[in-house]
């Protein structure tokens, strides 16, 4: 009888020790897991645009964006998210925009204050972001990614949303959630 008892007691024990990693993988799968990128998001939003330029069509390139900071003040215009979310869980953001603000483009590098955050403020993005905020023009294709405490959110052309998507994997050593793409322009 030792030995049977033995055998489940081994088996509990796989369990038990099994299951926490599963639920963790679980979990990351939209976040991107652990944490690969380091920097601020001004700095990183630089280098992604720099490895997104190849994944565009020949000819095309993304110009010359200006780079702003988002604050609580702004976050609602810019990411949908209230100055109260903002402040709960973002530590920093940039935005990357076109000059000429009727081209629907707009590129955001979000750090969470933490890993867990990540799901919640993708989540919350894709509930209140307003893909209809140009004149006249809406983006093809918004969507929002994360990497570790990352969050990228794209509004964009088909070809930059495709180009951005493959530079942020590049970007996070392939350490990258689900994509989550919550709005694409019917037609």
Request: proline fraction near 4%; include cysteine; glycine fraction near 10%.
């Amino acid at each position: 009888m030792k030995r049977p008892a033995r055998l489940v007691m081994a088996l509990l024990v796989s369990i038990v020790l099994v299951l926490p990693v599963g639920l963790l993988s679980a979990c990351n799968n939209n976040s991107g897991g652990t944490e690969t990128l380091t920097g601020t998001t001004a700095g990183l939003l630089t280098q992604l645009i720099g490895k997104s330029e190849p994944y565009l069509p020949a000819g095309a390139s993304f110009g010359n964006p200006f780079t702003d900071p988002v604050t609580a003040s702004n976050s609602e215009g810019i990411l949908g998210l209230t100055s109260s979310q903002f402040n709960s869980y973002v530590e920093e953001a940039t935005v990357a925009r076109e000059g000429i603000m009727s081209i629907a483009h707009q590129v955001v590098l979000i750090k969470c204050k933490n890993i867990a955050d990540t799901k919640k403020v993708m989540d919350l993005i894709a509930a209140g972001f307003d893909s209809g905020q140009w004149i006249c023009v809406f983006p093809d294709r918004c969507f929002v990614q994360a990497s570790g405490s990352y969050v990228l959110l794209v509004a964009s052309s088909a070809e930059r949303a495709t180009a951005l998507e493959k530079g942020f994997s590049d970007l996070a050593g392939g350490n990258v959630g689900k994509v989550n793409t919550f709005y694409t322009k019917a037609g």
